[in-house]
């Protein structure tokens, strides 16, 4: 018989679909807890069945109370409580992260079982730069706080990753290439599923091909940084010097240059003093 895990709460991860990706670690912490919380227990019994476990399952989601994570927190000072997702990391997009800051607060022990991610899994897929990268979640649903949260993000020099449900698919698609046009992006959906898929394309690509075929499945959009800025000539830094030497000393005419075309100002600059003596 399994020895009994130490007291605390336990943050696992688990398959986002390919059962076979649960780690031996998450499967020892699933047949030895006294408790394993679930969003959907329907879903976690087929995962507990496959670790062989037949630990007590007890339902925590985005609409649990404050009175049902008190009732957990008392349970915590001498039992082994796991937390699981219906797929992937727990606390990324729902609620967990209330119930690990208030277990830390309590001095509870929390430990973490790391594993699948959807987020991380579509970034491998994609072909996109990883070296910078936020997750921002699902868009809004409503027209006009999608288009504001996509302008919120238009400036990081970052690729950007989002979670999306098929039927809204069109709809984000349509305001990230409203809003980044020009991009490179991805459209990945049933991850380490029989029908995986990964499509790539310009945002403009990938909102025509969606526009009238909402595909089914779990999905996730990655989307390429902007591309870098080409430096502006040494021509057209002479002829916006020229124009505002006309009216500005040199100093003030590389700032303005500077911050109009891009250019480094010690660059504008020092053209600026060769083109004041000439």
Known sequence: MDAPLAPGLYVVATPIGNLGDLSPRAADVLRRADLILAEDKRVTAKLLAHAGSKVRMQNYHDHSSEADREAILQRLGDQAVVLVSDAGTPLISDPGYKL???ARAAG?????VPGPAALIAALTLAGL?????????????????RADAVAEFAGLRASLVFYESGPRL????????????GRDGAV?????????ECVTGTLAELAE????????????IVVGPPPEAEEASDDA?????????ARLSPSRAAAEVAETLGVPRKRAYARALELAKS
């Open 129 to 145: 730069p990883t070296d910078r990268f936020l997750f921002a979640g699902f868009l809004p649903s409503k027209a006009k706080a």
């Open 100 to 102: 690990v800051r208030a």
């Open 188 to 196: 990945v959906r049933e991850i380490t599923k029989l029908h995986e």
């Open 170 to 181: 069109r709809e984000a698609l349509a305001a990230l290439n409203q809003g980044l046009a």
């Open 108 to 112: 509870h022990a929390v430990h973490t």
């Open 209 to 220: 091909r969606y526009r009238d075929t909402p595909p089914k499945g779990e999905i996730v």
């Open 237 to 245: 830094v002479d002829t916006a010097l020229a124009e505002a030497l």
